[in-house]
C-alpha cells in the first residue's frame, strides 16, 4: 500500500466532517485494491492502475467518491449521481451512511473495465 505525500496533505488541511470521509474512503479503496496507485492530479487524490479509476474530492460538509469507469457500474439504488460529464460519483455526508460493501463492489466494478494480470477482482 502506497500512500502519496500530496495525498496525505491535501486530507490533512480538509476540516471536519469531509476529513474523517476521505480518510474512510481512502481506506476502503487501498483495501478493496491493494495495488492501487493513488496520485494527486487536478487538485485532488486519484486512483489508478493503467488508467484512472476513482477519486476523492473535498466539497462543502460532503466528499464525493468518482468513478472515471462507468461502464460496468451497477447501481440499483440510484445512489451515484451523474456529475455532467462522463463520470459518476457518490456523494457522501457522514460516516453512518457510508456503505462499504456496495462502495467496494462499484470500485471493482470499475477495475473490471482495466483487468488484466495486476487486478484480481
Not at 18 to 41: F, G, M, N, Q, V
Not at 68 to 84: A, F, I
Not at 108 to 113: D, K, Y
Request: hydrophobic content about 40%; glycine content about 4%.
Amino acid at each position: 500500500m502506497y500512500y502519496n505525500q500530496q495525498v496525505t496533505g491535501y486530507i490533512k488541511k480538509t476540516q471536519l466532517p469531509e476529513k474523517d470521509l476521505l480518510i474512510a474512503l481512502r481506506l476502503l479503496i487501498h483495501s478493496t485494491l491493494p495495488d492501487i496507485i493513488e496520485s494527486y492530479c487536478g487538485n485532488h487524490p486519484v486512483f489508478s492502475y493503467q488508467k484512472k479509476i476513482c477519486y476523492l474530492k473535498a466539497v462543502a460538509g460532503k466528499a464525493l467518491l468518482g468513478f472515471y469507469c462507468v461502464k460496468n457500474l451497477q447501481d440499483d439504488t440510484g445512489t451515484l449521481k451523474d456529475n455532467g460529464h462522463r463520470f459518476k460519483q457518490l456523494e457522501v455526508v457522514s460516516l453512518k451512511e457510508l456503505n462499504e460493501i456496495l462502495i467496494t463492489k462499484w470500485i471493482r466494478e470499475a477495475a473490471s473495465e482495466l483487468v488484466n494480470d495486476r487486478i484480481a477482482v
